[in-house]
């Protein structure tokens, strides 16, 4: 069992149609067709979305995508038209809203890996092995990879856990040519991404990309793109394989979860618990110190 604690009533706008409401973002149809992105202060972690919200999340996944796009599109085209706030929109959509062309996206969670952490560590320890991709013998947790790896998932729904699987697979639901540009535009992005935060003290351990085809059918990157909800951030002055890394993302929420102080059992039927004030505030001076440390600039 899994999904939303509470799920949100979708604020209704004239002239908006709702779409979705996903595990972060609201999704809108303007009178134009085009697609109304809007992401909240929602945390998700372990296919749940919590009851507590991390202010200013919404904004800092924005703004953070928004300068990535800049520095990747002659990699890649996206999918934002405008951040102008549609007619009626409130004012707290300021900052957090996009505007954007309309894709047939591919059902494909693009994962790419530079160093094991995370769901890859769990079967490189069981098999050696990534995504049924064989690695070599003694790597840690932490360890950079001898070349980084495209390790594609499932896209799951609200609530459901989005699966690990093979690029063969990936052929076999997409074509191999639509594989083979997946592949190949992750791992282009991410040796970009990964040399960009390398050179502003960030060590980019993995992140995962989503894509989808517009009406040339041109492969768009979409969504969010290299954010501390996507993304494993590492200071690289702290960088040590063999122990689980200091971050600037979410995993600080998702190890309080797993710890006594929490009292939530993850195998069990019972939603998480909200998260304490001290998680709050130090979960968002993570997300703004990743957005500092990236852009160069002082969160306002």
Known sequence: MSGFVEKPEPLQVPGLVHLHTGKVRDLYRDEAGD?????????????????????????????LSLWWFER?????????????????????????????RPLRMVPVECVARGYLAGSGLAEYEQTRTVCGLALPE??????????PIFTPATKAAVG??????????????????????LRRTTLDVYARARDVARDR???????????????????VIADE???PDSSRFWPADSWEPGRAQPSYDKQYVRDWLTSPASGWDRAGEQPPPPLPQEIVDATRTRYLEAYEHLTGTAWE
């Open 72 to 100: 990747l599109e002659d990699l890649v085209p996206h999918h934002v038209i405008s951040t102008d706030l549609p007619a009626g929109a409130p004012a707290d959509w300021a900052g957090r809203t996009l505007v954007c």
């Open 160 to 181: 459901d856990h989005d699966e690990n699987v093979s690029y063969e697979e990936v052929a076999r639901q997409v074509g191999a040519e639509t594989a083979a540009r």
């Open 225 to 227: 793109v290299l954010t």
């Open 201 to 219: 003290g960030i060590v980019l351990a993995d992140t995962k990309f989503e894509f989808g085809f517009d009406a040339d059918e041109r492969l």
């Open 35 to 63: 697609l109304v992105m809007v992401a909240s202060d929602r945390m998700s972690a372990f296919d749940w979305v919590l009851p507590t919200e991390i202010p200013d999340k919404g904004r800092v996944l924005t703004q």
């Open 138 to 147: 003694g790597l840690v947790d932490g360890s950079e990879l001898p070349a």
